[in-house]
């Protein structure tokens, strides 16, 4: 008697994801190999991997293209020193808190913006983040439009000395990015990830056929809320310092986020990695151009996106057929012995 189970990729992906964890042993263990400024440079590439992989699974996979992300980095980063600083709340513990703040408040948000569609909804995204950058300027007790840093005695509660308390962010940035893209792959293999690309595809269709579009759209945009409230409550408390225009930036939160989800590949869980990778890559190489740099940046997402359309991991698998994170779902048959007796293709999924 044979019978049939579903599972996900092939054994060459499944060899990938069992090789990838040395790797992720040797990040774990980066305060023993790398210098201050390396562990500096690792947590910020963390958090763009996991701002650009929430943007994918809202724009990539629940069809929800938002200009407007920076408006949960700032509120994150501003909940933290609220909490912190007129709370006494632990920073640590304040972390997780401003996330949970900030999908509470996306509701109100979400409220207005679920009334709009396409272009309209991104727009309105945008407008959002700016309404909360006015609010953050109007907070004298988080000094207005000037800012502030953080206490000496919050930020000796981290840790007693400068090099733990790089120690510990690095691993609450390296936690944070594995935990985001751990909740999107289960997401996506989920019966919910089939309604999500059923929605993106065609949103008409999805409703026919049952699929509550709405409710499954305000999940993912208030879980890419609760998590980007995370980094950025993160990233401001590795700087010390926050300022409206600083924890609001459109450049800085949204743009780039895009950027990287552009080249490496949009609509896949790889491609924020990729490209984040490359983006961080040609920071590095190019930033001393100025300006230059910029207009080098817009160069190479043009030419990638006339290249590459499916991004530079997108290319790659086309050429190889190997993916890391497959969400293809594939029916196996197999024998009373459990032996794979008649794999059948791919079943597209998500």
């Known amino acids: ?12 992906s499944r060899a990938g ?23 500096r440079l690792l947590s910020e590439l963390y ?19 938002s200009v407007g992300q920076q408006a949960y980095v700032g509120l994150g980063a501003y ?3 609220a909490l912190t600083i007129l709370g006494g709340v632990p920073p640590l513990l304040a972390i997780p808190i401003s996330g949970v703040l900030s999908a509470a408040l996306a509701i109100a948000a979400a409220a207005l913006l679920f009334r709009l569609r396409g272009h309209y909804f991104a727009i309105g995204t945008w407008i959002v983040a700016e309404v909360f950058q006015l609010l953050a300027a109007q907070a004298s007790v988080l000094g207005g439009g000037s800012g502030l840093s953080l206490p000496v005695s919050i930020v000796t509660s981290i840790a007693p000395t400068r090099q733990w308390r790089e120690f ?18 289960l997401l996506l293999r989920s019966r919910y990830g089939l309604a999500l690309k059923a929605i993106r595809d065609n949103e008409g269709a999805a409703r026919a056929s049952g699929i509550d579009v709405t409710r499954i759209k305000l999940a993912v945009y ?3 809320a609760f998590a980007t409230g995370m980094l950025g409550a993160l990233i401001f408390l590795q700087k010390l310092r926050i300022k409206p225009d600083a924890a609001f930036s459109v450049n800085d939160w949204t743009a780039f986020v895009i950027f990287m989800t552009v080249i490496g590949g949009i609509g896949r869980i790889e491609g924020p990695i990729v490209g984040a990778i490359v983006f961080f ?20 997402a043009i030419v990638t996106m006339l290249a590459a359309p499916k991004g530079l991991w997108g290319l790659f698998v086309e050429a190889t057929g190997w993916q890391l994170f497959p969400l293809e779902r594939r029916v196996i048959r197999s024998d009373d012995r459990g032996r794979t007796t008649d794999p059948t293709p791919s079943l597209r999924g998500p």
Not at 17 to 39: I, K, N, Q, R
Not at 283 to 298: E, N, P, V
């Open 1 to 12: 008697m044979k019978e049939l189970r579903v599972t996900f990729g092939d054994r060459a």
């Open 17 to 39: 994801a069992w090789l990838s964890l040395p790797l992720v042993l040797a990040l774990a263990a980066a305060p023993a190999w790398g210098g201050l400024d390396d562990l």
């Open 47 to 65: 958090a763009y991997v996991a701002l650009a992989s929430l943007w994918n699974l809202l724009a990539g996979f629940a069809g929800l293209v």
């Open 79 to 81: 909940l933290l020193f």
């Open 168 to 185: 510990v962010i690095y691993w609450v940035a390296l936690a944070l990015v594995l935990g985001v893209l751990a909740m999107i792959v």
């Open 222 to 224: 208030l879980v890419a």
């Open 281 to 300: 890559l040609l920071r590095q190489t190019l930033s001393d151009l100025g300006s230059l740099y910029l207009m080098l940046l817009g160069a190479v």
